[in-house]
């Protein structure tokens, strides 16, 4: 075997053992992740101390009606170091709420709905946007979480 093959060889396997590597530590964080990850809407999954936050994405703005009957529009608020679940559908077509600071991001599809739980740690304003186009004014569909001590 000449060295040029074995150089190939040997970076054939340096490859395969870094894309096993990355796909062990994805599985191990997926597996203890469950809950921050979206998934089809089901009351059975929400983690007990959570508070659900209803979600309503519309043709061009974000709608939240929270637990005591309130609702917002493209303000979202919640309190750091609580657990919260927002439950995300649509009225009209399809959108996608993205928090780039938690990295949380949920589809609202109709007819659909979908969930996703997040604990917020530090106190602050947050940008949220729909990363989903959604037609002709789908840049004015952001706003702000705001996470209170």
Same mark, same amino acid.
């Given at each position: #075997?000449?060295?040029?093959?074995?150089?190939?060889? /040997?970076?054939?396997?340096?490859?395969?053992? /870094?894309?096993?590597?990355?796909?062990?530590?994805?599985?191990?964080?997926?597996?203890?992740?469950?809950?921050?990850?979206?998934?089809?809407?089901?009351?059975?999954?929400?983690?007990?101390?959570?508070?659900? /936050?209803?979600?309503?994405?519309? @043709?061009?703005?974000?709608?939240?009606?929270?637990?005591?009957?309130?609702?917002?529009?493209?303000?979202?608020?919640?309190?750091?170091?609580?657990?919260?679940?927002? @439950?995300?559908?649509?009225?009209?077509?399809?959108?996608?709420?993205? /928090?780039?600071?938690?990295?949380?991001?949920?589809?609202?599809?109709?007819?659909?709905?979908?969930?996703?739980?997040?604990?917020?740690?530090?106190?602050?304003?947050?940008?949220?946007? *729909?990363?989903?186009? *959604?037609?002709?004014?789908?840049?004015? #569909?952001?706003?702000? #979480?705001?996470?209170?001590?």
């Amino acid at each position: #075997m000449n060295s040029k093959v074995k150089h190939e060889l /040997i970076y054939s396997l340096v490859v395969i053992a /870094i894309l096993l590597a990355v796909a062990v530590v994805n599985i191990n964080y997926i597996d203890g992740h469950k809950a921050n990850i979206a998934q089809p809407e089901n009351n059975s999954t929400v983690p007990a101390n959570s508070t659900i /936050i209803h979600v309503t994405g519309y @043709q061009w703005a974000w709608s939240f009606t929270y637990a005591n009957g309130t609702t917002s529009t493209d303000k979202l608020y919640v309190q750091a170091g609580h657990n919260y679940t927002l @439950q995300v559908q649509s009225k009209d077509v399809i959108h996608d709420l993205l /928090i780039p600071s938690l990295g949380l991001q949920v589809y609202a599809v109709p007819g659909h709905p979908n969930q996703v739980s997040f604990e917020p740690m530090k106190k602050g304003s947050y940008i949220f946007e *729909c990363v989903e186009y *959604c037609g002709q004014d789908h840049y004015l #569909m952001r706003g702000y #979480m705001e996470v209170s001590s």
